[in-house]
Each structure stands twice: as C-alpha cells, then as structure tokens.
C-alpha cells in the first residue's frame, strides 16, 4: 500500500493514484478505473475484454458450418442409399404389383 501512497495517475499527472490496474500493471485516479468482475481495470484492458478477436472467431464460424453442411449432406445421401438398398431388396412380385392379388376363392 505504501507504494500506491506515492504514485500518480497515469493519465492525470496531478492526481494521486487510487488503484493498481490488473491488466496493464499501471496505476490510476479513482476516474480512470472500474471493477469488472471483481478486479480493477482501466479502460484499454476493459475495451480489451470487451472485443473478442473477431477475425480468428469469424473463421472458425465458417469452417465449421462447412463441415456441418458436408456431414449433413453426407448423412442425407447414406438416408437415400440406405432407402434405395432397401427397396431392391424386396421381391420382384412386390415391384410389379402381383404381390397382393390372391385369389381366396381359387385356392382350395
């Protein structure tokens, strides 16, 4: 505390400094501070926390919606080949419709 007697503000040089900055480690008046989440900070590394890096952001957003894009595409095919696969499988009796003509009263 005895270091914080002596120092000034690092924007008003005729201000006696009332805190210690976490981010940059400089020392400000009771104006050029603020908590946030319960640390002092000045308002460069507050504007700092405040923006995220958008580019870096931005790209990761982009890739991922195209592998998400891809694998649903994917998926989407595997459905339609799955069906397809199915369908062949059945006999052709069912394919040209004389499957479910029976004749009840023939069989005997």
């Known amino acids: 505390m ?3 007697a002596h ?3 690092f924007n008003h040089a005729q201000r006696e400094a009332a805190a210690r900055c976490l981010g940059c480690r400089q020392y400000f008046c009771r104006e050029c501070v603020t908590e946030h989440d319960d640390r002092v900070l000045c308002a460069v590394c507050l504007q700092k926390l ?3 890096p958008i580019s870096r952001r931005r790209s990761f957003v982009n ?3 195209f592998f998400q894009c891809l694998f649903s595409l994917l998926l989407l095919w595997f459905f339609f080949y799955l069906a397809g ?3 062949l499988s059945l006999p052709s009796s ?4 004389t499957l479910w003509h029976v004749n009840w009263l ?3």
């Open 85 to 87: 696969e199915g369908l």
């Open 2 to 4: 005895s270091r914080l």
């Open 94 to 97: 069912f394919h040209e419709g």
């Open 50 to 52: 405040a923006k995220p």
């Open 106 to 108: 023939d069989k005997e």
């Open 63 to 65: 890739v991922a919606r």
């Open 7 to 9: 120092q000034r503000c």
